[in-house]
């Protein structure tokens, strides 16, 4: 039997996206510098995945590393009086009683939290020099290249206003690549539909996508955030702009409101849209640090 606890790290970790979205800032917009890569330990040199790649992102930092305080200390640097951190979340996993019928230990998975400080905050630590990614092509050849090598991709279908994802048939229905702006915007959009897609039944099986979820009902909600999360990842990957989130006043109060009823949401979206992510690269999700 799995028991997941719910306790003080979903609030933490929403109170500051809270507070990110007060000052205008949308955090999954754009979730890395795609030349230095996804933010990683300095220590492991693990990346970070889930929430914790949209937390660390959000801070701007000029260095992809971040280490915690007593890893700074054991590796004999510091870190400078006055520097705040940022909490990132892990599941910690405990054996719980044995079940009499099945000799089963229960898990419990519990959501903890803890604080990191980036590179850049640190005195006495050696930082390993950034390796800028060199690209094998122009980032609208990646693009299409990362949408030729989906597995199991659906069909996609061009004539049709607006873009959307239908579950039922498995196809993806675009508008001609001509009626957008730009070449970025036709893919950030259709990044953002085969998001959408890797929940059909076939993949990855996403109860937000596959239940009925009435338009602007939680699970709604939760299925567009995992999408415009996902999209903005992979725009990551390619290395082009997310033209599709909108900063206006009012996204970001309708985003505050949903998140306010559901302090979980943020954290179990991340986490679905990274295994969205994941999928479409054709990528084994990566064990966080």
Known sequence: MIIAQ????????????????????????????????????????????????????????????WATFNQVNTAGGNVREGERGVP??????????????????????VLRYYTVFNATQLDGIAVPTIEVNERAFTPLEVCEKLVGTMPQRPAIVHGHQPAFYRPAADTLHMPVPSCFQSPEAYYATLLHELTHATGHTSRLNRTTLTDLCLFGSPEYSKEELVAEMGAAYLCGVCGIENVTIDNSAAYIQSW?????????????????????????QNLQPEVGA
């Open 256 to 280: 505050m409101q949903v998140l306010r009823n559901d302090p979980q949401m943020r954290v179990h979206a991340a986490a679905q849209a990274q295994k969205a992510a994941d999928y479409i």
């Open 88 to 109: 990132v979340v892990f599941w910690k996993v405990y054996d719980g009683k044995e079940d009499p019928d099945t000799g089963e230990h229960e898990k419990r998975f």
């Open 6 to 65: 719910i306790d003080k790290p979903y609030q933490v970790i929403t109170d500051r996206i809270l507070a990110l979205l007060e000052q205008g800032t949308v955090p999954w917009q754009q979730p890395w510098d795609s030349t230095t890569g996804v933010p990683r330990n300095l220590f492991s040199q693990r990346p970070y995945n889930g929430i914790n790649v949209w937390m660390l992102t959000s801070m701007r930092s000029p260095s992809p590393f």
